[in-house]
């Protein structure tokens, strides 16, 4: 195996061996299996998703075949096979270039490839029958090189795949299947058989042999053979091997480490599982464009060929989208299909839309697979395509791929908001259901979110979406309260914090009546036993009211991050609580007890709404006496919440907070005012880091 030179051209839309070795190109050497293959000839058929190197594949068994050995320096079937480099007659059916629009196109087009191959070799076909004419080639040849004929063909599915859009397009891949068993018929005929050496036949679907193959019986599917689940496609050590010096280059060139690049172009375009075995693969086009251009962001895979038929096929039939996740399939169920009775599952995998993603053998029964979206750029791409065909959305609307980055930083509230514009975009149909809806909201936030799963779809869509130091759980249903989709989590993460959030979506009015959301805190971050003896501690009192519970979950959440932190740098802040006080109170009067260890304090952060609390007043006040007398607290911070408060809960305590309000203003004392748990972080976040760059 040779290892490029750094400046080795990409081989992007590049599918002729020859121009690939000529110009010095980066080839990704697979003739060991090749080799492993062309060993034993025989009728071999493989199986994998479009632009996924299968040409190139072909266009290496014609130069290996044809003796051209200049080709193959350096690489492995050169240095350590002995493989006879002699010339073979190669015919090549490449549909790519044949006419599939209907079944007389399709005659036409295998006549004008019959008389190509004959053509190379001097051969005039005298048959005017597409079946005797082929037959004819296969002889003529081996009376004129004495050799055995290899026969290559390329994409043999094209003029059934091209015709599934509707009705009467698979009338004519019906149509056009018959011209297909007829020809390939020919094969199994007692004079033309035997003069076949190998014959290698390539696609994105199996149709039943019965369909187009009905007397090859001894065609050998490699599609699912564990020994070539990467002889089309690039391993993580292919990509290592081949391509290290473009990563150099980007990461040069962008100021970019290169394991993030690495880490990027895995999450986005690795994941294509083709066995039983758990290797998976990296899909060449995107790869290549990506390291071409720089960007890992792209979906070059998805945009060279927009699956419109499988999509309208998908809306047709009304899928539920969810259903894949739960779907479980034996290898004859997903890997072969008629286009008279398309199993949706089978041609997204069979497309690549769709990946193996686990396995269950068990000795008493046949194997079982589960599957998934294969990498990000499948999953962002398709369920976003789905969304938009499915909800009737005629103007491009990128707002969802929001969804992400609000909830990875927090802002909830933000999320929600474009989830609400999102569901405004869709008309307001009489025929769209809870299940509908449910549908919608799974397409949404799975296609925003990749790393993400479906935990239950029973009467609403409970999505738990992964970052990593977070999870959230978000609820959606037309049938349940919010509140009553905040139930116990099974699942716990320990060190990541778990939103959990129930949304009621209001089916008659087409809108979000009501979310909530409740936050559970992960074990709270301690110092190392081995940090205990030099880290500086900080201690921070935080006192509020009931009301204001949410916010003090929070806060909790944010020092547990801060501290993760704060520990690298020997630091740490013990956040005090009066909930944690509790368990260590004796005897005396509680709020006595609570004074003194907020005085022992370096900083008191005091939140205020609508109710003062029972204390809360009063802690504060002996804070900021204390402050002023130079003792400790040596920090304070009065928070108050701007929001729209009921007549109902205006209170004694209510007018108590604004003149608190306007008392701490008047003697000019920090304060700060929030509108969102977002944004009070934010502000307590900048204030903390100050203080801790002196300590």
Known sequence: MIKPKKTALLPINKFDFEEIRTKEMIYVDKTELIYQMISMPDNYFLSRPRRFGKSLFVSVLKHLYKGHRHYFRGLWIDKYADWEWKEWPVVIFDFNRI???????????????????????????????????????????????????????????????????????????????MVMKEFFGVL???????LVELLFITGVSKFSQVSIFPDLNTLTDLS??????????????????????????????????????????????????????????????SVLRALYEQDYKSNYWFITATPTF????????NFNIPDIEKARMIDTDFHSFDPDNIHLVA??????????????????????????????????????LLMDKLGDIQKY??????????LRNNRLEMAIKTIEKIFSLIPKLDFHNAAFFHNFFYMMIRSACPFSRTLDTNDKMSILI?????????????????EEMLLPINEKVQNKEVYQVGIHFDLKHKIISEWKREILIPEAVLIPEEQKSSVKIFKLFLASANDLAEERKEITLWINRKNKIFLKNNKFVDLVLWEDLLHSFQGKRIQDYFNSEMLDCHVVIALFYSKVGEFTKEEFELAYENLKAGKKPYYLFAAFKNAQISIQDISKDYFQIMQLREQIQEDEQLYLTFDSMESLILKLDAQLEKIMEKI
Not at 100 to 126: H, I, M, P
Not at 310 to 317: M, S, V
Not at 397 to 406: A, G, L, V
Request: net charge negative.
């Open 99 to 177: 006419s599939n629009a209907d079944a007389e196109a399709l005659t036409r087009g295998f006549k004008s490839a019959l008389n190509r191959n004959a053509n190379k070799y001097d051969v005039k076909l005298q048959e005017f029958d597409i079946k005797e004419q082929f037959g004819e080639l296969i002889s003529k040849l081996y009376e004129k090189t004495k050799s055995k004929i290899i026969i290559l063909v390329d994409e043999y599915d094209k003029p059934i795949i091209d015709h599934l859009s509707d009705e009467n397009e698979i009338k004519i891949a019906n149509a056009n299947r």
């Open 188 to 194: 199994k005929d007692s004079d033309t058989g035997p």
């Open 224 to 285: 699912m053979n564990e020994k070539y689940a990467t002889v089309l496609g690039y391993t993580e050590q292919e990509i290592d091997w081949y391509f290290t010096g473009w990563i150099d280059k980007w990461s040069i060139e962008k100021n970019i480490d290169p394991k993030m690049i690495r880490e990027k172009i895995k999450e986005r375009y690795n994941g294509f599982r083709f066995s039983k075995s758990n290797v998976k693969v990296y899909n060449p086009i």
């Open 310 to 317: 499988l999509i309208n096929l998908l809306a047709k039939d």
């Open 347 to 384: 041609l997204m995998v069979q497309t690549g839309y769709l990946t193996i993603n686990d396995v269950y053998d068990h000795d008493e029964s046949p194997v079982l697979y589960s599957f998934d979206f294969p990498n990000v750029e499948v999953k962002e791409s398709f369920l976003k």
């Open 397 to 406: 609307n990128p707002d969802h791929y929001f969804i992400q980055t609000d």
């Open 466 to 482: 992964d970052f990593k130091d977070k999870q959230y759980v978000l609820n959606f249903s037309c049938v349940f309260s919010a």
